[in-house]
């Protein structure tokens, strides 16, 4: 009998080990193929590779759609960071700490660009923002500006989450005892707790950082001719040719996402926060 229950469990523990394994491997076997792809010497691909270059990595840098694209790219993240962060916040603060009427609802709608898809809200905010031009005549269609907002309603999910999950893992008691000695409300989360969430708040900003900046499909509604992402720049290349150039790209997409987790990981444990 107990000889069969440790026997079912090493089993149970071995199959659970190997998804685990082939679930990482299913996710970073793409990642490990476009890398490889992107020194590959010749030009059209094909296995095995004649030789090794970093030729398509100095294509890259010659290529200006992919220059002003990351340059798009990188300002419309870090504006859509910003302003997600201004939202999510203080929203996490109320729907963690108060008590409403409608807070579950509230909760839903801010969590609501993780269900609709981003062709719809695409679709939504350029005819919003066509219409707003007409009427007022601010030119918000094709702005940096414009796509910062469409950018940061998807940003917005990623931020409530992290920061929420880390304000219910806050003790409401070290508030109470800030409140206790004199401070109000405001100054108990702002001195208080808000350092004590901090991880999750760094958290939040990388990670709606990198949805933002490999954003395609709500990017392509929102742009103007002439204007470009850095996807965008991938997709209208891949068009007209198919070379190692645009692996070559994407490795240096990879770079950058990764060089931001490990530094981000540097001061902050991201662990530390997933687990709470």
């Not at 219409?131 to 500006?145: N, R």
């Not at 742009?223 to 645009?246: C, M, R």
């Amino acid at each position: 009998m107990v000889r069969g229950l440790l026997l079912r469990e090493r089993v149970g523990r071995v199959t659970f080990q190997a998804a685990v394994g082939a679930a990482f491997v299913f996710m970073v076997l793409p990642i490990a193929l476009v890398l490889w792809l992107s020194f590959f010497a010749n030009e059209i691909l094909s296995l095995p590779p004649e030789g090794y270059s970093l030729r398509w990595y100095r294509e890259v840098f010659a290529q200006r759609q992919f220059i002003n694209g990351f340059r798009t790219s990188l300002n419309v993240a870090l504006l859509a960071t910003v302003c997600g962060l201004l939202v999510t916040t203080p929203a996490s603060f109320a729907l963690a700490r108060a008590r409403f009427r409608g807070r579950e609802a509230l909760f839903q709608l801010l969590m609501s660009p993780l269900i609709v898809p981003a062709i719809v809200i695409g679709t939504g905010l350029y005819m919003s923002f066509v219409e707003l031009e007409i009427l007022t005549g601010f030119p918000v269609v094709g702005s940096v500006w414009g796509l910062a907002i469409g950018h940061t309603l998807i940003t917005i999910p990623w931020g409530m989450r992290l920061i929420t999950a880390n304000l219910v893992g806050v003790d409401r008691s070290v508030e109470e005892a800030a409140q206790s000695l004199g401070a109000s409300p405001l100054v108990a989360a702002l001195k208080v707790t808000l350092p004590l969430i901090w991880p999750g708040v760094v958290a939040a900003a990388l990670f709606s950082f990198v949805v933002s900046f490999g954003n395609l499909e709500i990017s392509l509604l929102l742009v103007t001719p002439g204007q470009t992402t850095l996807p965008i720049a991938i997709l209208q290349y891949l068009e007209w040719k198919i070379d190692p150039t645009i692996a070559a790209a994407s490795a240096l997409q990879i770079a950058i996402v990764g060089a931001g987790l490990l530094l981000t990981d540097r001061f902050v444990s991201l662990t530390k926060v997933v687990q709470r």
